[in-house]
């Protein structure tokens, strides 16, 4: 039974997600995460949300009935200028508690808080193109307080590396199931506990949202083919969700032609001549900072320049716009040269 209890005071530190704690030797060494490169671009900017854990262990041997309880919740505080990650995580409340009922009842618990730093990291691009967050963490300060006093002796606080991957992400939401930190001793703890006949129920949620502005739709005056080397002025409007910070700047890119949208509250507009782009698919990106320099994700909105034949490109073609579409008018003369001849009525 002190086996069985030490397992579970154990358990109960890690399923912190911010402890380590003296396992029994049949538990492997830690594994570190393993790195993944990703090609798709995730979303930028700050965010902010919560995680919450709940884990109750129970076992009833010779009589006598054992159960412990966990729960933890922490707020989350990411800050992503220019891609450097830092932030916060806290203040993280835990509380774990333990109670054996028999001939022999006894009780104990500790709770605490905890603060953590995020000193760096990345936001990645997981399966099915949905973020990542890989946060490398430090303790900045905690308290805690045990009865048993001697309680919370074998739980130390620890840094990291805490990894958040996305089940879901939409609107700026990104959220999950699990919360990793750094290694796999919680999911041995708890494999530990279950051989050993316990009853383990686990609860575990997190979410972040998106702080920063947002780039909500891109549209154009005129669409969607045009004519390679033809000169046309397109107008193209954005529409930016600021949310509660101060409007700053939004930025247009096709190819290598950057410009700083005229800005008039949540709408923003940039010209371009698309004569100068060439043939085939051109993407224009936009991308809104507030005036505290926090980026939106960049939205993209694609078009086709399409190719000249040899032969009509001898035409002279120009372009005229008629709504929201774009006609090309050419000319060609046979022969190229005019005809000169005199002719004398009546000879």
């Not at 997600?17 to 790195?35: D, E």
């Not at 009780?107 to 399966?127: E, F, M, T, V």
């Not at 700047?249 to 949540?266: D, I, M």
Request: charged share 15%; aromatic share 10%; with cysteine.
């Amino acid at each position: 039974m002190k086996l069985y209890l030490r397992s579970t005071l154990a358990l109960l530190g890690l399923m912190t997600g911010f402890f380590t704690a003296p396992l029994p030797q049949s538990v492997p060494a830690a594994r570190a995460l393993s790195g993944t490169t990703f090609t798709a671009s995730p979303p930028g900017g700050n965010w902010e949300g919560y995680f919450e854990r709940s884990i109750t262990a129970s076992n009833s041997v010779s009589g006598v009935s054992v159960v412990a309880t966990t729960s933890v919740h922490g707020d989350i505080f990411i800050q992503n200028p220019a891609g450097h990650l830092g932030g916060k995580i806290g203040p993280i409340d835990y509380q774990m508690e333990y109670e054996v009922s028999g001939p022999s009842a006894v009780s104990g618990y500790c709770k605490g808080q905890l603060n953590l730093s995020i000193d760096g990291g990345s936001i990645q691009a997981g399966a099915n193109d949905l973020p990542v967050f890989v946060l490398d963490v430090s303790v900045v300060d905690s308290s805690m307080e045990c009865n048993p006093a001697g309680l919370g002796d074998a739980i130390t606080q620890t840094g990291g590396t805490l990894t958040l991957k996305s089940l879901q992400y939409a609107g700026g939401k990104a959220s999950g199931e699990r919360a990793d930190f750094s290694d796999d001793w919680i999911d041995f703890a708890v494999a530990n506990l279950i051989k050993g006949g316990a009853s383990v129920s686990t609860f575990e949620y997190w979410e972040l949202n998106n702080t920063s502005p947002s780039v909500e739709q891109v549209s154009s005056q005129y669409r969607q083919y045009f004519l390679e080397n033809i000169s046309l002025e397109n107008r193209y409007q954005a529409e930016v969700d600021w949310r509660a910070l101060s409007p700053g700047k939004v930025t247009f890119s096709l190819g290598e032609n950057v410009q700083e949208g005229a800005l008039s509250g949540s709408t923003a507009r940039a010209i371009f001549d698309l004569g100068t782009l060439p043939a085939g698919e051109n993407v224009l990106s936009v991308v809104a900072s507030s005036a505290d320099d926090s980026p939106s994700e960049a939205l993209t909105y694609g078009f086709q320049i399409v190719p000249l034949e040899p032969w009509a490109q001898r035409l002279g073609f120009t372009a005229t716009p008629a709504g929201d579409h774009v006609l090309y008018r050419g000319t060609k003369s046979v022969p190229e040269a005019p005809l000169k001849a005199f002719v004398q009525i009546p000879e």
